[in-house]
């Protein structure tokens, strides 16, 4: 009555795999480049800018991924684009992203001591050349840490893909469950597959944030 | 862009979205309570160094911590039943969050124990204390007022989280969203008010905790 679990079903969760990290890589990629843009409103001078970014934040960290997830995909098709999960996920992960890696990233920002943007002012550099060859290359160094612990925290959040119907691991875990009826294998599989992305990662995040406490100790 | 939007489905659903939204807050608080319940033994035997314990609460943190809590869920609603344990889906809603949290919780409750200066352990010693009251008065108290901060936005997390477990047919806020949008195909309308009422819900906590850090911190510090 039901298929049984062999090694075609094993191959199709395997596979899916690709569209998890296609997803994740999408999120990730939209995601630093208005997480910059986030960052910047954030530590702007000029107070409307601040506070949207701030308002930015505030509502992605204040509202379930899910939430987000629905009224992108609904809200797409309010203005006309139709419904596609697959344009649908990769936004509402890339706005979900950029709110989570703005505010990550002002923080790193603003540990970069303030004397070295005055410094650069003092030697007449442009808010371009401040920010872009002062500031954030000395930001960049102090946030991979925290970034690829969010990138965990991204690719776990994918997951969440498969309920408005992206056909990823979770949701290729589901469609062979669906047929096999054998969820303790199933799902065994799946969450070894996402432990597998996610823990070297984790481990990666760990090592440089001790690395990092090695080199700014006193 | 000619979308006639349509609120009446929500407002005449309105006491459905209050019961989810209670639903929603009763499972944050059963998971946060018994999350702390996890995590205070497991990050006591991890500083403390007890091996094959501190090794089980390891792999507990990083199975957690590395696998979707969508994954999770569906492990603990569809996979155990395979052998033998089976929760209705709002049990199994609370099980699966209190798991969750505990785990993040733990981290974090561990690197507030960590922060503890050993000389306060020693003169707890030296004072005559026992060990239980060493850990309780000396170690976990200053270390839950060092992370208090951490850990409430941990909570808030959960609590958006566990928007998740309508996906096994819970019945928290997001399910009802889900209930009402399929009988009235106003979907972006209902995920509109949730999202605005998850935003409050996640207000109200922050301004809840801070409440209770306030009177519960009011003692000034040694320092």
């Known amino acids: ?72 995909f609904f809200g797409l098709n309010i203005f006309g684009v139709g419904i596609n999960p697959w344009v649908a996920a990769a936004v509402a992960l890339t706005l979900h992203a ?10 790193c920002i603003e540990a970069v001591p303030q004397g070295q943007s005055e410094a650069s002012w003092a030697l007449g550099l442009g808010y371009r050349d401040r920010m872009f060859s002062v500031v954030l290359p000395q930001a960049a160094k102090i946030s991979v840490a925290p970034t690829v612990g969010f990138l965990v925290q991204l690719i776990k959040g994918t997951s969440l893909a498969s309920i ?54 006193r | 862009m000619n979308y006639q939007f349509n609120f009446a489905p929500v407002i005449n659903n309105f006491d459905q979205l209050i019961y989810g939204a209670l639903i929603t807050i009763q499972l944050s608080f059963g998971a946060i309570l018994i999350g ?12 403390a160094g007890i091996k094959p314990l501190a090794w089980l609460v390891n792999i507990y943190i990083e199975v957690i911590r590395n696998t979707p809590f969508l994954i999770q ?12 344990i089976r929760f209705d889906p709002n049990t199994a809603a609370l099980v699966a969050l209190s798991v969750n949290v505990g785990a993040y919780a733990t981290e974090i409750v561990r690197a507030g ?69 399929s009988a009235t195909f106003a979907a972006f309308e209902v995920y509109l008010v949730i999202t605005v009422m998850y935003f409050v819900l996640s207000l109200g906590f922050s301004g809840l905790f801070s409440a209770i850090g306030r009177t519960a911190f009011r003692y000034p510090l040694a320092r």
């Not at chain 1, 509202?63 to 629905?70: A, D, G, S, V």
């Not at chain 1, 969820?183 to 995040?205: E, G, H, K, N």
Request: charge should be positive.
């Open chain 1, 1 to 72: 009555m039901f298929r049984t679990f062999g090694p075609n079903e094993f191959w199709y969760i395997v596979m899916a795999v690709q569209w998890t990290l296609l997803l994740s890589a999408v999120a990730f990629a939209g995601g630093a480049l208005g997480g910059i843009a986030v960052a910047l409103g954030r530590v702007s001078t000029v107070r409307p800018i601040r506070y949207g970014a701030l308002a930015f934040i505030r509502v992605f960290q204040g509202t379930p991924l899910l939430m987000q997830l629905f009224l992108v």
């Open chain 1, 98 to 107: 950029s709110a989570y890696l703005g505010e990550i990233w002002r923080g």
């Open chain 1, 164 to 217: 408005i119907g992206f056909v990823e691991l979770t949701r290729a875990g589901q469609i062979i469950n669906n047929a096999t009826f054998q969820p303790l294998t199933v799902f065994s599989l799946v969450a070894a597959l996402y432990f597998i992305l996610c823990w070297p990662l984790s481990m990666w995040a760990r090592h440089l944030e001790g690395r990092f406490a090695v080199a700014t100790a």
């Open chain 2, 36 to 47: 702390t319940l996890i995590a205070i033994p497991c990050a006591a035997a991890k500083t």
């Open chain 2, 73 to 84: 869920i569906f492990f603990i609603y569809f996979s155990l039943p395979a052998l033998g």
């Open chain 2, 113 to 181: 124990i960590e922060s503890i200066n050993r000389g306060q352990v020693e003169a707890g010693r030296a004072l005559g204390l026992k060990g239980h009251q060493i850990f309780r008065y000396i170690i976990l108290k200053p270390a839950i007022r060092t992370i208090y901060p951490a850990l409430t936005s941990q909570f808030i997390y959960l609590m958006l989280t566990s928007s998740v477990v309508s996906a096994i047919s819970a019945t928290d806020l997001a399910a009802a969203g889900n209930n009402i949008q």
